[in-house]
């Protein structure tokens, strides 16, 4: 990713989440996609393997979820739920193999369970219809985490790209279906757009290690 793209990157998703502070504007939506689409861009090259191609998949269908959640998050928030499921079906894929578990890492995905039992526990009041898409997506958002853990690609970026992914997310569902959390949209997307620069940050170094001893050719 050029520096170009970083500071383009960094202005339009700090653009939209101050923009979130204001009232309602047209095209706000389209804003909101701005910053993905544009790691989209910067890695429009990465086409040379199925692995690369199943990231930029799960980057394409994370701005096809921000456009259900931001045009109608009311009436369209089962189809962006069901965008960004996919989105984290083509991260775990890209992410693969895993290694075995061992040392910290075991305390890590034992509070990623614990967390993700807690936050569910706290929404299943108020969960409706919706019971069986938010459990798909909540048990599909953690198996993306733990991959980003476990990988064989993992690394530092990859790990806290994971974490901010569960933290966004349970912010959504939180405020969503327990409790209002003051300005909550303001750090859901915070965290949302870190989560998804530190995702491919992380993809990008692994690339770049794999370069280094014969494995995928660094752009």
Not at 4 to 12: D, G, P, S, T, V
Request: some cysteine.
């Amino acid at each position: 990713m050029t520096i170009k793209i970083k500071l383009l990157f960094i202005f339009f998703a700090t653009l939209y989440c101050f923009s979130i502070l204001l009232p309602p504007y047209p095209g706000h939506w389209l804003l909101k996609m701005l910053p993905v689409a544009l790691l989209i861009f910067s890695v429009r090259g990465w086409a040379s393997d199925k692995t690369q191609k199943l990231f930029l998949a799960g980057l394409v269908f994370s701005v096809l979820g921000d456009f259900f959640l931001g045009y109608d998050s009311h009436h369209w928030f089962i189809f962006g739920l069901g965008a960004f499921f996919i989105a984290h079906i083509a991260y775990i894929a890209a992410l693969m193999p895993i290694t075995k578990i061992n040392g910290g890492k075991t305390y890590a995905i034992l509070a990623y369970l614990a967390g993700g039992g807690l936050v569910l526990n706290l929404l299943l009041p108020g969960l409706g219809e919706l019971l069986v898409p938010v459990i798909a997506y909540m048990s599909i958002l953690l198996v993306m985490a733990i991959t980003a853990l476990l990988s064989t690609k993992s690394n530092a970026w990859m790990m806290i790209g994971g974490l901010s992914f569960v933290i966004s997310d349970a912010m959504i569902g939180l405020n969503k279906f327990y409790l209002s959390i003051p300005q909550a949209q303001f750090f859901i997307m915070i965290s949302y757009y870190f989560a998804q620069y530190a995702l491919l940050q992380g993809f990008a170094h692994s690339r770049q290690r794999q370069d280094q001893t014969g494995g995928l050719v660094a752009e």
